[in-house]
């Protein structure tokens, strides 16, 4: 996943692996937080969301740097 603010909101780039190596674009999924929580998810599952924010739609293997 990769972190990013879609109209002022948090959202997330989620990649899903592939079988043969890398990951390719899954969803994109925008938060709306009220009083801390997440009260509302949008998921959005067309790919070409990604080239809207300049996310690529695939990451090739050995770039993917998974979090902690």
Do not use: W
Not at 12 to 23: K, T, V
Not at 28 to 34: F, H, K, P, R
Not at 36 to 59: H, M, S, T, Y
């Amino acid at each position: 996943m990769r972190a990013l603010t879609a109209n002022g909101q948090p959202a997330l780039a989620a990649y899903a692996p592939q079988s043969g190596g890398g990951h390719r674009a899954h969803t994109l999924q925008v938060l709306t937080v009220t009083a801390g929580l997440v009260a509302c998810k949008v998921v959005f599952a067309d790919p070409r969301v990604f080239d809207v924010f300049g996310l690529p739609r695939e990451i090739p293997p050995g770039e993917f740097r998974p979090g902690r």
